[in-house]
């Protein structure tokens, strides 16, 4: 069983940056895939960016070039800073351990706001 605590959201003015901090609980971190997905009101759940246990990253065209994620295997402990922010990155932000694929697990989300 693995427990992903999300912290790090909040209101910011568009261009403003923040950062995202997941922290899972167990022993099996650096076997999954850690994630980021977000959720606007009334659209579909979307993957923002991906990082596998070596560090190789992956991020949705919509968000590249402003966001890097990261990943600290021995803190348990992956990390989105969100740079350049627009309010279309307005969503709940939600933390994800994947394997094969799949999410096995999620976290309970935090809010970011972007006003214009």
């Known amino acids: 069983q693995v427990q992903l605590v999300e912290s790090g959201g909040g209101l910011v003015q568009a261009g403003g940056s923040l950062r995202l901090s997941c922290t899972a609980s167990?022993?099996?971190?650096?076997?999954?895939?850690m994630a980021w997905f977000r959720q606007a009101p009334g659209k579909e759940r979307e993957i923002v960016s991906s990082?596998?246990?070596?560090?190789?990253?992956w991020y949705a065209d919509s968000v590249k070039g402003r966001f890097t994620i990261s990943r600290d295997n021995a803190k348990n402990t992956v990390y989105l800073q969100m740079n350049s922010l627009k309010p279309e990155d307005t969503a709940v932000y939600y933390c994800?351990?994947?394997?094969?694929?799949?999410?096995?697990?999620w976290g309970q989300g935090t809010q970011v706001t972007v006003s214009s």
């Open positions: 994800a351990a994947q394997r094969t694929g799949e999410v096995e697990y």
């Open positions: 167990g022993r099996a971190f650096m076997t999954y895939v």
């Open positions: 990082i596998k246990y070596i560090g190789i990253p």
